[in-house]
């Protein structure tokens, strides 16, 4: 929690990035690229080398991460598709694991590779059967590396992505998560632009849209989007890291999502959890946030609130996907985290929980 409220962390990842599960070329230069930016984050609440993060990291060590030591109470994992690796990055495997040991945890999203057509339809119920049909949406990226060729496509295609959407309508899923705004490489921007979302909000009222990575770019795009579309949220995810990394960057991607309290409802905490920054760090800077007067008076914008910062943190999610929060909240009050954590009196330190170059793994169970 975060004093005293409850923290929802959207995206948090259990990344497999050794060189075993490489399927292409382009599988080594994501791990290095994402296992460098893990770097840049605050003194205290990074790894020692980049090298330490391109690991299979269990969702034991993500939930540790997230629950031991980063305040968090409930995570969205999501199943990536991103065929580079054997497993996609973060398996469908992981997320079973965490459903059986965890279930009031963790919320999860299922993960396809909208590229291969049927095969993504396939994959879904394929997904959503193994997690028991305890699914909050449908991951995608605006890219495929299945093959010797990086291809791309936009999210208002009627061949390639509306089969998609509508399989999760049908489904009874409740978001579409679309990695945007970080162009992963060098590859075209175009497909990272939001625009393409428009039409897909319009054409599927009854799913809502997470911009992740929302405010890394486009942001007045993405600002418009959120005052336009009843069904656009923005999820946080590495635009949280700039609270450490870019604090003057981040007041204005927040100056330009908080104009209203309508955009205040949509916007959603997350962080990547362990990968790109540790969750503690980030939440500690936003506790401390408050907006600078030239900010509010240039912007003509009200302060941020401790309830915007409820909503955000939990609340908006919670109403976005559908879940109880506080029938999970209650049910996580004396479970095995719960009760480390009151044994402890404290958060673990930064990766005291997880395997690292100098720490042993902690074996201690932390199940239900």
């Keep these: 929690m975060l004093n005293g409220m409850p923290v929802v962390d959207a995206v948090v990842h259990a990344f497999n990035f050794t060189k075993s599960n490489f399927a292409n070329q382009y599988g080594g230069v994501f791990a290095d690229r994402i296992s460098r930016a893990a770097l840049l984050g605050p003194e205290g609440y ?34 990536l598709p991103i065929m580079a690796f054997r497993d996609g990055a973060c398996s469908i495997e992981k997320a079973v694991e965490a459903k059986r040991r965890w279930p009031n945890r963790f919320a999860f999203y299922i993960g396809v590779d909208a590229l291969t057509g049927k095969r993504a339809l396939d994959e879904m119920e394929r997904q959503y059967a ?36 509508e ?30 979302i428009d039409r897909a909000a319009m054409e599927f009222p009854e799913l809502n849209f997470e ?32 609270l450490t990394a870019r604090p003057a960057a981040w007041e204005r991607v927040m100056a330009a999502f908080m104009q209203n309290a309508d955009m205040r409802s949509k916007i959603l905490w ?37 309830g915007d910062k409820r909503a955000m ?15 999970r909240m209650a049910a996580i009050q004396d479970d095995g ?12 330190p930064p990766f005291s929980t997880a395997p690292t170059a100098s720490s042993p793994r902690d074996d201690e169970a932390n199940d239900d």
Excluded: C
């Design 46 to 79: 990074t790894l020692a080398e980049a090298g330490e993060y391109r690991r299979n990291w269990s969702i034991e060590d993500v939930a540790n991460v997230a629950f031991l030591e980063g305040g968090v109470d409930l995570a969205a994992y999501h199943v």
């Design 130 to 165: 193994l997690l028991d049909g305890d699914v909050v949406g449908v991951k995608l990226y605006p890219n495929s590396w299945l093959g010797d060729e990086i291809k791309g496509w936009l999210m208002d295609d009627p061949e390639i992505g509306f089969p998609i959407f």
């Design 167 to 196: 399989k999760a309508r049908q489904m009874g899923l409740r978001a579409v998560a679309v990695h945007k705004a970080m162009p992963l490489g060098a590859v075209e921007m175009a497909h990272y632009k939001v625009d393409d």
């Design 211 to 242: 911009i992740v990575h929302g405010g890394m770019a486009f942001v007045e795009e993405t600002s418009f989007q959120l005052r336009r579309f009843p069904n656009v949220y923005v999820n946080l995810e590495s635009t949280s890291a700039m």
């Design 270 to 306: 997350g962080t990547g959890g362990l990968m790109v920054v540790h969750p503690r760090a980030a939440l500690e800077a936003f506790a401390r946030f408050q907006f600078k007067q030239e900010t509010l008076e240039g912007e003509g914008i009200a302060q941020i609130t401790e």
């Design 313 to 327: 943190l939990a609340e908006n999610f919670a109403r976005m996907s559908g879940i109880d929060l506080g029938a």
């Design 337 to 348: 985290y719960a009760r480390r954590l009151q044994s402890q009196g404290a958060l673990s």
